[in-house]
């Protein structure tokens, strides 16, 4: 086997996931499992196809990842002292009550009430399929039937995750996945120092563990003693003696959000006092963009590095907030604003040393709210979720539901190296915070829970400024999303599945 050089990403051993989105498959399906035998487990694992991230032309039409919670690790009989070496935020889980308490999982949303992932019903793994529409069942089939050992005597199917093509707009009726950071797999930027300029460019180590990150530096995974066990694994770049169990995995965030579409339409619709015009205008600013993904502000001349070429990117990401300070066109409160602020390290682009001290005393920029955020670069996340449940347009949605009206909403799924400084903080910083960019009595229009918080006795109101006049408030704002399950994975590099299920062969 060769290796390459410890700085070179080895696109075999990283699963596909990481690399791609999976476009053309427009079938998916999510099987959470337990396992009930672990030595058929082992097996299964050991030889399940899983795909690389090696770019392929023509590109293949199924791809198969695999996911672990710790309680999963536990399972399959990997060591408490491994266990041990992933992150907090990891093996405490996503039902623990900080974790819960932080990301908005209460009353409704608490687990207590989850489909799945909750207190008595963790699962595992992850067992993803996705592929073209005309080989999905036989797909799915061949691998529940016929991989390497009995499917059936290993697991324990709790649920399947089944999800729909809504052709790239999600439940709510706008254009989805639009905005995503560029990985620098070359690893070609130099991610320390201050960074003045905006960029969709992020560092490997931000997703993928083992690498630097927009610190400089490599996040903290579990490193293992060389031995007959760990002897396909990786040396690890900061620490050559030891063997790198994270290298070339993720954490996965999996949340399965139910949208209540029509509940959000008759809400829009009645503030508009039944105004079509009026209603889209309302529901484009709770959301920061159009239903079509445009941006509601304007697309800048200078390119964004990471942006581009495809004019569809240009048109609806080339663009950042630096030119509406007052949030005159672009609400502060708006899901995209909140969900990526599109600011820097140092707010203004001060240029010379003394604008850079006016900038740090907090004077001079014309944005004063963008000093009470933290730089984006350090809090990106990498989408990879798919849609759930039929369509429901905006104007059949006024209508009262049926009483069969099947269940819509997102199977939220990102990557990312670190939980707490990204989906984490994103959760509860920006999205539940009644704080954010200096507002107050509002969380998320579209993910808040709209309970009461400490200091904060209301989070049910969305703020529409406006220049030159008196803000628009909107109040009573009903919960649009409620958390229907959840769980935090590993998503390992294939060294580290081969590993974790108990061989060393490579």
């Known amino acids: 086997m060769v290796i390459p050089a410890m700085n070179e990403v080895d696109y075999t051993d990283v699963q596909g996931l990481l690399r791609f989105g999976y476009k053309r498959m427009t079938r998916a399906s999510y099987a959470l499992l337990r396992v009930k035998n672990v030595a058929a487990a082992r097996a299964w694992l050991r030889t399940a196809p899983v795909t690389n991230a090696v770019a392929l032309n023509p590109p293949p039409s199924t791809a198969l990842h695999v996911a672990l919670t710790a309680p999963g690790l536990r399972a399959l009989g990997v060591d408490e002292s491994v266990i041990a070496g992933f992150s907090h935020e990891f093996r405490a889980g996503m039902t623990q009550e900080r974790h819960a308490r932080g ?11 989850w489909h799945w992932g909750g207190p008595a019903n963790e699962a595992h793994l992850v067992v993803m399929f996705f592929a073209e529409p005309d080989y999905f069942e036989a797909f799915v089939q061949g691998i529940t039937d016929s991989t390497g ?10 649920h399947w995750l089944e999800t729909e093509n809504l052709d790239g707009v999600e439940p709510f009726g706008f254009s989805d996945g639009s905005s995503q950071p560029r990985i620098d797999w070359e690893q070609q930027r130099q991610p320390t120092g201050i960074q003045l300029d905006y960029s969709n460019v992020t560092a490997l180590g931000e997703f993928l563990l083992g690498y630097r990150n927009e610190y400089g530096k490599i996040t903290d995974r579990p490193l293992l003693d060389p031995g007959a066990a760990s002897a396909d694994l990786l040396p690890a770049l900061d620490a050559p003696e030891k ?4 290298r070339n995995g993720s954490y996965l965030v999996m949340r399965q959000l139910e949208q209540d579409v029509r509940t959000f339409w008759q809400f829009i619709n009645q503030q508009a006092s039944g105004n079509e015009a009026g209603a889209q205008k309302l529901a484009a600013a709770m959301v920061g963009r159009t239903r079509e993904g445009d941006p509601l502000v304007p697309i800048q001349d200078q390119p964004i590095p990471g942006i581009g070429p495809d004019p569809e990117q240009i048109r609806q990401n080339q663009f950042t907030f630096d030119h509406d300070p007052a949030g005159a066109r672009c609400p502060f409160g708006a899901h995209v604003r909140r969900a990526n602020p599109r600011n820097t390290d140092i707010p203004g682009r001060p240029t010379s040393l003394l604008k850079k001290l006016i900038t740090m005393l907090g004077f001079g920029p014309k944005g004063f709210r963008d000093d009470l955020m933290s ?3 350090f809090h990106r996340i990498l989408r990879r979720g798919r849609e759930y ?5 905006p104007e059949h949605a006024l209508a009262p539901a049926p009483p069969d009206d099947p269940k819509r909403g997102l199977h939220f799924i990102c990557l990312n190296a670190n939980i707490s400084r990204q989906f984490e903080f994103m959760q509860n910083a920006w999205m539940a915070s009644s704080k954010f960019s200096g507002l107050t009595g509002e969380s998320d229009p579209l993910l808040g829970n709209r309970q009461a918080i400490p200091g904060c006795p209301a989070t049910s109101h ?3 400024q406006q220049d030159g006049a008196l803000r628009h408030r909107v109040t009573g704002l009903p919960q ?3 958390v229907r399950g959840g769980a935090y994975f590993f998503l390992p590099s294939l060294r580290a599945l081969r590993y974790i299920a108990g061989t060393g062969d490579a």
């Open 389 to 393: 449940g039929c369509e429901l347009k």
């Open 462 to 464: 969305f703020t529409v």
């Open 480 to 482: 649009f999303v409620t």
């Open 243 to 246: 063997k790198d169990l994270g």
């Open 103 to 113: 990301l908005g999982d209460v009353a409704s949303n608490a687990p207590e009430y």
């Open 375 to 377: 730089s984006v670069r």
């Open 149 to 158: 050992g009995s499917w059936g005597e290993a697991f324990t199917e709790p």
